[in-house]
């Protein structure tokens, strides 16, 4: 891919995303129906999917940022419903599309139709997330959403390489192929791990904001490379690079909470940037790669129909078998506490949305694209035109069926958490209560500490301490008030109105600074300085603002 085309792309799918946010629509369903009209366009260039492009550079990353979001105790108490959907799922539905495959195309190998399974078999919640931000889904939900797509990938690309061994002549037996799995998770695992402790411990000692958020972008790409390069016993095993970046960015997003404020706030703008970067290119990237397939097809010696029913079918497949599976997996024993410790079974609302999430993503057309040309012997590797054009099709059809249904069906189902606004708002004052009574307690103990060491009256040192406990006890107030008022009422309070006001101050005070620098007063480095902390203080008032209002 050269250069300019990639930058051509990355800047149409950058704009369409911004007319997206703009308009409260879904940016991964505008990009891949736009690249697909855009790859109808004559001589528009080619832009060929690079598996390795989408695995390395690509993947770690997406994967690394969903992580740092994730919270670990949430992970932890929805671990059960993310491996039945994570692992179990996976190989479940590479068996049925294989098998299913194979009957469609008896001449097909077995081994060449379960390397299409596995490459079809991994959603990307990334559509699916995004909706479900937007229209408020129940948060547990959304733990179980993200969660499943942080592990679906280990599973499915380590499938995928031990069927495609099987069909390059290199597999071993089933046993061998369990004990690869699990060589892949361990390790995997055991590299992420490591790899966040050496960084922890780096950025512990570094205290440098700039420093520690330059660190944390290498991490994702070194742990994922680093795990998929040992070799413990033989070239057959090796980490999961994707389990090696999970686990990393888990533990480390677990730690951010300690972290300085100037590393966190730092931290979260550089990876929304790099998200929305990367979210945008590899949905461009999927619906870039029509002519691609339309070219497979046309050099298949196999007649055009049958190709396309074969491939309605594997999609049809694809989507249906995770239904069943989702409603099934809720109705055993173990899983009634799939999302949380209660005994009672998730709502069948719960269960019809998240059994329409699987919409699939990049990853399954880079497997698709990485299948190589020939076999161990030199033969044509049997089915990759039908594998590449297979795949094509459930990863856009999936987005474009499911995606564009998805919100409907959220909106009809009224899928919600009524009591979760209300355990927020609970353990908010709780928080809030805790940490004010901390600050007073604090502010006692300081006292005498300001008397000893500032040259002042012990009134004027009591006037000091009465203005800060004065604060803290307003914005608790503030807060307070907030939370027991609608979206209008908040809106219309006089705490909004004074918050409106500081802002327009602000505003005033940077054109000021603006005009004073125009004027050739006042030099740049102290304009950037004077604007800097204007910014701050407007932006925290827009957070706590927005943040009251949504």
């Given at each position: ?202 950025r512990r000692k570094l205290d440098d904001p700039l420093m520690e958020s330059t660190i944390g972008i290498i991490v994702p790409f070194a742990v994922y490379v680093t795990a998929e390069h040992l070799h413990p016993f033989s070239s057959d095993f090796s980490g999961s690079g994707v ?308």
């Amino acid at each position: 891919m050269e250069i300019l085309t990639l930058m051509g792309v990355l800047a149409g799918s950058l704009g369409l995303t911004a007319f997206a946010r703009r308009w409260n629509l879904s940016a991964p369903l505008l990009i891949v129906l736009v690249a697909l009209g855009v790859s109808f366009i004559p001589g528009v260039p080619p832009v060929e999917l690079d598996p390795e492009l989408i695995l390395t550079l690509v993947l770690p990353p997406l994967l690394y940022s969903t992580s740092l979001d994730s919270s670990f105790s949430q992970f932890r108490a929805t671990l059960r419903p993310i491996i039945a959907l994570g692992v179990l799922l996976v190989v479940v539905t590479a068996l049925v599309v294989g098998f299913t495959v194979h009957l469609l195309l008896p001449d097909l190998p077995l081994a060449s139709a379960l390397v299409l399974g596995a490459v079809v078999a991994p959603p990307d919640a990334v559509t699916a997330v995004a909706i479900g931000r937007r229209l408020g889904l129940p948060r547990r939900l959304m733990t179980v959403l993200t969660g499943e797509s942080l592990v679906n990938d280990a599973a499915a690309l380590t499938l995928y390489k031990i069927t495609l061994a099987a069909v390059l002549g290199t597999a071993g037996s089933i046993g061998h192929g369990f004990l690869v799995f699990l060589v892949a998770a361990v390790l995997g695992i055991a590299v992420g791990l490591a790899g966040a402790l050496l960084v922890g411990l780096i950025r512990r000692k570094l205290d440098d904001p700039l420093m520690e958020s330059t660190i944390g972008i290498i991490v994702p790409f070194a742990v994922y490379v680093t795990a998929e390069h040992l070799h413990p016993f033989s070239s057959d095993f090796s980490g999961s690079g994707v389990l090696a970046v999970v686990a990393a960015g888990l533990y480390l997003g677990n730690r951010s909470l300690h972290a300085g404020p100037a590393t966190r706030l730092q931290d979260s703008s550089v990876w929304a940037s790099i998200d929305v970067l990367l979210e945008a290119l590899v949905f461009a990237l999927m619906g870039l790669q029509l002519p691609f397939v339309l070219e497979s097809v046309q050099s298949n010696a196999r007649d055009n129909g049958t190709l396309v029913v074969c491939a309605l079918v594997v999609l049809v497949v694809t989507m249906a078998v995770r239904i069943p599976y989702v409603f099934l997996s809720a109705t055993l024993p173990q899983a009634v506490r799939l999302f949380g410790r209660e005994r009672a079974a998730p709502s069948w609302r719960y269960l019809t949305v998240l059994s329409w999430t699987g919409m699939r993503g990049v990853v399954t057309l880079a497997a698709a694209t990485g299948v190589p040309l020939v076999t161990a012997t030199g033969d044509p590797f049997p089915g990759r035109d039908e594998i590449q054009l297979f795949a094509f099709s459930v990863a856009i059809g999936t987005v474009l069926v499911q995606g564009l249904t998805l919100p409907t069906l959220i909106r009809v189902l009224k899928v919600r958490d009524p009591g979760e606004a209300e355990r927020d708002e609970a353990e908010e004052l709780e928080a809030r209560s805790a940490a004010m009574k901390a600050a007073m307690a604090k502010l006692d103990e300081l006292l005498p500490e300001m008397l000893s060491n500032l040259d002042i009256s012990e009134e004027r040192a009591e006037k000091l301490s009465a203005r800060l406990k004065a604060l803290v006890e307003t914005r608790y107030r503030g807060a307070v008030a907030a939370i027991s008022l609608s979206a209008e009422e908040r809106e219309a309070s006089p705490h909004a109105a004074f918050t409106r006001a500081r802002k327009a101050l602000l505003i005033t005070q940077r054109e000021t600074v603006l005009a004073e620098r125009e004027a050739g007063r006042v030099d740049d480095d102290v304009v950037r300085k004077v604007l800097r902390e204007l910014d701050l203080e407007e932006l925290a008032l827009t957070n706590a603002l927005t943040s009251r209002l949504s």
